[in-house]
């Protein structure tokens, strides 16, 4: 209860600034055709649930978000454990990872359509090659640290190379991979909504710019708060979990 | 003693290179014999080298020149026969007190009750019951270093090397430790390679003692030591004393020129 409460204080600012939005809106301060009230946004997205549009957009842009951050975790963990213990791979690698890490990953949208089209195919290709990048460098480094004590210990307790890579090198590696997932998270939402903006017929993206292009500026408005809150809800539930796996420290 | 060495080490060098910087010759044309059941201690000054012997035996760095056989067989890689206890513990900080001492015993395909039932033995004997679920981050040192000898011990490997085990605790625990890892032997005869700079730990536990040169790392002499290793009380006797003086004067002419030699002393 003690818990419920202090979570509330601290969210607190989020409520004064839902109220000033109400405020200035209902005080005619701004034009509400750019900004309208909070409370009429609410009111659209009601309707937007109520007719499905959020919806059967959600769903899509979901799949594609998760499907593309799955192969990004497990491709990205393994390619890292992979370059850390293996050393022709690291020199092959390597600098492909230094020349994509800065490259901004919106860049790739049009090329990723080009190659898969307008469908999921190409927004999970988008998803998967952008997230993939700090999940290989969080594994990477995380690997690279494992202490070189718990690696012979394992082997002269008879563990074999693939075994100790599982029990010893993907623990040791878990922390700093993790945060690399939690970077990734965050960037399969921008990367998710930003290529249906411009180009889908189908999700999050695609809503608010369609909503926004026929004027509905309250339905554009609670979409795009709506990725807002998945997003946030999606990175605590992610530092929950995190906290779970890593019980064992401290 | 009768019979074929457990360990036998012949004319082994061993250069370390850093990754950057000169090669460094760290052993010299060492050569040296362990018989079975028998403690001895590899005392040295630091950087002497003698860590890395130990890895050596253990099969943990690649020999690049000479030739360490275990019971025989050549050495070329790490297995269960050869048991090891590092300074800083190497404990999987992800597992439990038991699941550490467990992780042996799995990897032996011991079947469920016999490895519990082990596994529980060991932590019984090293006095950590009610620890069992503890993390080692909710440990302290000694308790660390507990765990570690258990994890060892449990899967039963004719041969303990010891990488300064006690050298990361306090005084007081460490000789506790020191005190207990003797019960331990006395009780259960290990071939066992401790490795340590200290002079009394040395005298206090082991049987023989190879002294070791400053870098690069030799064998300097190997020296009998017959004070009772069944006797808590014995470093107060002069048998004691005169055995760590005779020890000490070999140790501390390599002592100041590992000193020397130190690049930021």
Redo the contacts between chains.
Sequence with gaps: MQAVLRAGLRYLPLLFLALAWEAVTRLNLVDTAALPPLSKVAVAWIDLIRGGELIDNAKASLYRGSVGLLLAIFGGGGLGLLMARWRLLDIFVNPLVELFYPLPKSALIPITVLWLGFGDASKILLIFLGCMIPVTIGAYNGARGS?H??V????????NRL?MMW??IL?SA?PELLNGIRTALALAFILLVSSELIVSQQGFGYLIGYLGATGSYEGMYAVALTVAFLGFAADRIYQLFMQWLLA??? | MVGQSQIVIEGVNHTYRPPRGRPVLALSDVSLQVQPREFLALLGPSGCGKSTLLYLVGGFLPIEAGRIAVKGKAVTAPGPDRGIVFQHFALFPWKTVRANILYGLERQRMPRTERERRAQAFIDLVGLSGFEDSYPSQLSGGMKQRTAIARTLAFDPDILLMDEPFGALDAQTRALMQTELLNIWNRTPKTVVFVTHDVQEAVYLAQRIAVMSARPGRIKAVIENKVDHRDPSVTRSKEFVEKVDEIWNLVREEAIKAEAKKPDA
Excluded: I, T
């Design positions: 202490d004590a718990l012979w210990s394992a082997r002269s307790m008879g563990a075994r029990d010893v623990p878990l064992w420290r401290e």
